[in-house]
DNA sequence: AGTGAAAAACAATGGCG
DNA sequence: CGCCATTGTTTTTCACT
């Protein structure tokens, strides 16, 4: 299914990695292949899932989002039906950017995006303490952002 | 210099967030505008920088990333030039996909993205904790990942 | 596996309601 | 401010090496 990746796909995902407007033939020209080509296997690298889509990289600021929070969220009764809802509702909320479950001893941490401290508080008060399976929650603020590309390490 | 965003902007922007391959074409026909009015309201949020750049978004696990994990690094001795130095080395590692500061008692927290654990092992061991300024680290690994889009709640 | 040229789809621009 | 029509780019396909 998954056919290995040679060095000019290396090339052509960490191009489009950084920039997906560039075109076939600036990519080709980058890498020494001909637009055609790029086409073929940008084509097979997205049909195999390694590019799982093309996104737009929105400005938090300029949305007026200027709070990023990491919270941290134990859970009370683990039940399995508890712990389903939870996650569910963790999926459809619109302020959850990440959500993982992590080892050490705090069951998920959350990667949170709101508007300011208020928007916070609301979310946390509002949306995750009254959650059953909830029984606590620990939220650490983001002051400063130095890196927040999300761009994977490739080769 | 930043025009307010109407309800069309906002639509535009949350479709583009989740899926850059839209034509202006297919936007209009979502949002209610002609494909040229698109094309143009676009160009002013891409100028504007609330549309940053556009990316391809890849799979860690098509490309043999298989651990994500969160590390907390606790600095010593807190002058200048070791924090500085600190964060230019970070900001440089392709490992780190995200590193703020954070309130509470960890002064950075890193998402960090490696093949297994050896490369984390190796990277804390070989990269982190070499480093003068660097006193205390601590790293919880993603065991689950429930959501990891990062899109940005908008309106 | 690769190239180059032709066809089809698309974005961008200027004119017009 | 909005839409339509034209122009120039870009992607994709096809014939060929």
Not at 103 to 121: F, H, N, P, Q, R
């Amino acid at each position: 299914m998954n056919s290995a990746l040679d060095g000019f796909d290396i090339k052509i995902l960490r191009l489009l990695q950084g920039n997906a407007s560039l075109t076939n033939q600036q990519l080709g020209e980058d890498v020494g292949l001909s637009a055609s080509q790029v086409s073929r296997r940008r084509q097979k690298l997205e049909q195999e899932g390694v590019i799982r889509r093309y996104r737009a990289s929105l400005d938090p600021d300029a949305l007026g989002l200027t709070v990023t929070a990491y919270v941290g969220v134990t859970l009370g009764a683990h039940t399995r039906e508890n712990a389903r809802r939870f996650r569910d509702r963790m999926v459809a909320m619109p302020e959850v950017q990440e959500a993982h479950t992590l080892t050490g001893d705090v069951d998920y941490m959350l990667k949170v995006v709101v508007a300011d401290l208020k928007a916070l508080s609301r979310f946390i008060n509002d949306e995750l303490l009254p959650q059953e399976a909830v029984l606590n929650v620990r939220s650490s603020i983001a002051m400063e952002t130095l890196k927040d590309d999300n761009l994977l390490p490739l080769e």
